[in-house]
């Protein structure tokens, strides 16, 4: 989880991290091949045609196509199977004529680009055609639909992953409890416009975490304040990480490389991955599932957009105690998100599966505009997007490890305020990305929380001094936590070899 050479604990760097982490942004030669291939990428093409039509459905048809994913065998990878299960819904429903017409504009503009195999298409229509009569449809819409998917016959193929994605989607969009009306077109285009502003020298990264943070003197104070969160935040499902210095901002490696050339957004974040996927393959490299390849190249040092996490919060207070010279008399940091927001005094969202580790595209890829973003809420702070896999690697079971997944801070002017009537300073949209890409709404340690007019999760955060470490890391080497014990692996002894005090005693 943690290594002294990068300011913010992300794993541990590697001298074969070099050959994987060529410079995507100033190369345009290399980002130009990167596009052209993915252009080429059906899987790319199919999951984003697999988000437009989740997020054009109305939400009884969303909620008909979940069922059937859920309840049928349509998750098989036959794809003949799927284009029936995914016909047979609309036979039991009713579609608004806007629906279908959204999903006929979907399916026209992937006409040439992608493939269905004919006997899946006259399929299809033959069930649609039996089902004529049972859809509320407009003739000509129905004649039109029909028509189009005729005349797509024979070009269009949908990869297998595809409807694993389309099943993603909706399931996250039933999940979601983003406010649509924080994220209108009006707000995004505020939004892009006050991220461009300077921020002030007094709101910085320290300045946010430090909102109603708890001081960390000794091993007493530190006990009570861990036991009084487990107690009163439990419900929220929280995960925690540790930063050796309370002015490190939470950002991921991948977000600092594409910052050192502009403003992160989520389509340069996007642009950087699919160029390290490109540039995998030119390595011999396996990029399927993506997530464990991410989770490979964080391993070695890479940019991505994964931050080391832990379920354990001693765990973490050891990342953000671990002796090291040149940081031990900076104060350091132990921070908890909620990955379940309280929507009534006694309720929090339910989120037990959140995602879906075993397709070959990122499933955030799919999503290609901020409103689509904003629906599942991504970025915005209404659910902490996690992944803890069953354990990689020797060191992630000893670390009880995962990733926080960062996503391209979706803050508007209305959340920033929301966030801002919550806290005891005013924040603006570009102070709290420049702070974190992590959202969430800093909150008391000792209280219980409340519902926030934006659904933002709940971050606890605790300050731990510096004269504190010390006796913190005697206390939680007595309890079995050292170098050896956190990093069990070899890449860790060499590590400790090379640090401050590998050779000296």
């Given at each position: 989880?943690?290594d002294?050479?990068?300011p913010e604990?992300d794993?541990d760097t590697?001298s074969?991290?070099?050959?994987i982490?060529?410079?995507?942004?100033e190369d345009?030669?290399?980002a130009e091949?990167?596009?052209?291939?993915?252009?080429k990428?059906?899987?790319?093409?199919?999951s984003?045609l697999?988000a437009?039509?989740?997020f054009?459905?109305d939400?009884?048809?969303?909620?008909?196509?979940?069922?059937?994913?859920?309840?049928?065998?349509?998750?098989?990878p036959?794809v003949?199977?799927s284009?029936r299960?995914?016909?047979?819904s609309f036979?039991?429903?009713?579609?608004?004529?806007e629906t279908?017409?959204n999903?006929?504009?979907?399916l026209?503009?992937a006409?040439?680009?992608i493939?269905?195999?004919?006997?899946?298409f006259a399929?299809?229509q033959s069930?649609?055609a039996a089902?004529?009569?049972?859809?509320t449809l407009p003739?000509?819409?129905?004649?039109?639909?029909q028509?189009?998917l005729?005349a797509?016959a024979g070009?269009i193929t949908?990869?297998e992953?595809f409807?694993?994605?389309?099943?993603i989607?909706?399931?996250?969009l039933?999940?979601s409890?983003?406010i649509?009306?924080?994220?209108?077109?009006a707000q995004?285009e505020m939004?892009n416009?006050?991220q461009?502003s300077i921020?002030?020298?007094?709101?910085s990264?320290?300045t946010f975490?430090d909102?109603?943070?708890?001081?960390i003197?000794?091993v007493?104070s530190?006990?009570?304040?861990?036991?009084v969160i487990?107690?009163?935040?439990?419900?929220h499902?929280?995960?925690w990480?540790?930063?050796?210095d309370t002015a490190?901002p939470?950002?991921?490696s991948?977000?600092?490389?594409v910052?050192?050339?502009t403003q992160p957004s989520?389509?340069e974040?996007?642009?950087?991955?699919?160029?390290g996927m490109?540039h995998?393959?030119?390595?011999g490299?396996n990029?399927s599932p993506?997530?464990?390849?991410?989770?490979?190249?964080?391993?070695?040092?890479?940019?991505?957009?994964?931050?080391?996490?832990?379920?354990d919060p001693?765990?973490?207070t050891?990342f953000?105690?671990?002796?090291?010279?040149?940081l031990?008399e900076?104060?350091?940091?132990?921070?908890?998100?909620g990955r379940a927001?309280?929507?009534?005094a006694?309720k929090?969202?339910?989120?037990?599966d959140p995602?879906s580790?075993?397709?070959d595209v990122?499933?955030?890829h799919?999503?290609t505009t901020?409103?689509?973003?904003g629906?599942?809420?991504?970025g915005?702070g209404?659910?902490?997007?996690?992944?803890?896999?069953p354990?990689?690697s020797?060191r992630m079971r000893?670390?009880?490890?995962?990733?926080?997944?960062?996503a391209?801070p979706?803050?508007?002017p209305?959340?920033a305020?929301?966030?801002s009537?919550?806290v005891?300073h005013?924040?603006?949209?570009?102070e709290i990305?420049?702070a974190t890409?992590?959202i969430?709404?800093p909150s008391?340690?000792?209280?219980?929380t409340k519902?926030?007019?934006?659904?933002m999760?709940p971050?606890?955060?605790l300050r731990?001094?510096?004269?504190?470490?010390?006796t913190?890391r005697?206390y939680?080497e007595?309890?079995?936590?050292s170098?050896?014990?956190?990093?069990p692996d070899?890449?860790?002894?060499?590590n400790?070899?090379?640090?401050?005090?590998?050779?000296s005693s």
């Amino acid at each position: 989880m943690s290594d002294n050479s990068l300011p913010e604990g992300d794993a541990d760097t590697d001298s074969n991290s070099s050959q994987i982490d060529e410079p995507f942004m100033e190369d345009s030669e290399a980002a130009e091949e990167a596009r052209r291939a993915a252009d080429k990428h059906s899987g790319i093409v199919a999951s984003t045609l697999g988000a437009k039509t989740a997020f054009q459905l109305d939400t009884n048809t969303r909620a008909e196509l979940q069922k059937q994913f859920q309840t049928s065998a349509s998750l098989q990878p036959e794809v003949l199977a799927s284009m029936r299960a995914f016909a047979d819904s609309f036979a039991r429903i009713t579609l608004p004529p806007e629906t279908f017409a959204n999903l006929q504009s979907t399916l026209a503009a992937a006409a040439g680009r992608i493939t269905l195999p004919p006997e899946t298409f006259a399929d299809f229509q033959s069930t649609l055609a039996a089902a004529a009569g049972r859809i509320t449809l407009p003739p000509e819409t129905f004649a039109d639909f029909q028509s189009t998917l005729a005349a797509a016959a024979g070009r269009i193929t949908l990869p297998e992953h595809f409807w694993e994605q389309l099943h993603i989607n909706t399931r996250l969009l039933s999940e979601s409890v983003s406010i649509p009306s924080l994220y209108t077109a009006a707000q995004l285009e505020m939004r892009n416009h006050e991220q461009k502003s300077i921020p002030r020298s007094d709101r910085s990264a320290e300045t946010f975490f430090d909102e109603h943070s708890a001081v960390i003197t000794d091993v007493r104070s530190l006990l009570k304040a861990l036991s009084v969160i487990q107690d009163k935040h439990h419900v929220h499902r929280l995960v925690w990480r540790g930063q050796q210095d309370t002015a490190w901002p939470v950002h991921s490696s991948l977000y600092r490389k594409v910052q050192e050339s502009t403003q992160p957004s989520e389509e340069e974040l996007i642009a950087a991955e699919m160029a390290g996927m490109h540039h995998a393959g030119r390595w011999g490299q396996n990029t399927s599932p993506a997530l464990k390849f991410f989770a490979d190249l964080q391993h070695y040092g890479a940019p991505t957009r994964l931050l080391d996490a832990s379920l354990d919060p001693e765990i973490a207070t050891w990342f953000a105690t671990e002796a090291d010279p040149a940081l031990d008399e900076k104060d350091g940091r132990v921070v908890a998100w909620g990955r379940a927001v309280r929507t009534t005094a006694r309720k929090v969202s339910d989120m037990d599966d959140p995602l879906s580790a075993g397709v070959d595209v990122p499933f955030w890829h799919s999503w290609t505009t901020d409103e689509e973003r904003g629906l599942v809420g991504w970025g915005t702070g209404s659910r902490t997007w996690s992944w803890f896999p069953p354990a990689l690697s020797d060191r992630m079971r000893a670390q009880r490890a995962g990733f926080l997944l960062e996503a391209a801070p979706l803050i508007t002017p209305k959340v920033a305020q929301v966030l801002s009537d919550g806290v005891t300073h005013d924040w603006r949209v570009s102070e709290i990305t420049r702070a974190t890409s992590i959202i969430g709404l800093p909150s008391r340690h000792d209280v219980r929380t409340k519902p926030n007019e934006a659904n933002m999760v709940p971050i606890f955060s605790l300050r731990i001094t510096a004269s504190a470490k010390p006796t913190i890391r005697e206390y939680l080497e007595r309890k079995g936590l050292s170098f050896p014990t956190v990093y069990p692996d070899r890449g860790g002894l060499v590590n400790y070899l090379k640090g401050p005090f590998g050779l000296s005693s």
